[in-house]
Nanobody
C-alpha cells in the first residue's frame, strides 16, 4: 500500500502557474502508475493527467493539453503536476491517485488517493 499527500495548491491569478506535488510513502513507488484528478464544486470528478511507472508515458485531458505537465521522480517518491496558463475553470480540488502497473483515465480504477489540495484561479 501507499500513502499520498498533495501540496502546492493556492490562490493564483488567471494566466499564472502553479506546481503541485504529491509525496508517497513506501519503497515500491515505481510499481505504481499515478494520476491527477480534480473536482470542482457541484461537478463530477475529472481526469487530468497520468503517467506510467517510470514517467515514460503521459496522458492528458484535452482541456489541459499544452498547459499542464505531469512528471515523477521515483528516487523522491513524488509525482508533480506543473500547471501553466491557468484559467478560472481550472479551479478545483486536485487529487493524486495511484494504482499498480496499469494506467487508467477512470478514477474508479485507482486504489489510493490523497486528501486533495485546493487550487483557486481568480479572474
Amino acid at each position: 500500500q501507499v500513502q499520498l499527500v498533495e501540496s502546492g495548491g493556492r490562490l493564483v491569478q488567471a494566466g499564472g502557474s502553479l506546481r503541485l506535488s504529491c509525496a508517497a510513502s513506501g519503497r515500491t513507488f515505481s510499481t505504481y502508475v499515478l494520476g491527477w484528478f480534480r473536482q470542482a464544486p457541484g461537478k463530477e470528478r475529472e481526469f487530468v493527467a497520468r503517467t506510467g511507472r517510470f514517467g515514460l508515458s503521459t496522458d492528458y485531458e484535452d482541456s489541459v493539453k499544452g498547459r499542464f505537465t505531469i512528471s515523477r521522480d521515483n528516487d523522491k517518491n513524488t509525482v508533480y503536476l506543473q500547471m501553466n496558463s491557468l484559467n478560472p475553470e481550472d479551479t478545483a480540488v486536485y487529487y493524486c491517485a495511484a494504482r499498480q502497473y496499469v494506467g487508467s483515465r477512470n478514477g474508479n480504477d485507482y486504489d489510493y488517493w490523497g486528501q486533495g489540495t485546493q487550487v483557486t484561479v481568480s479572474s
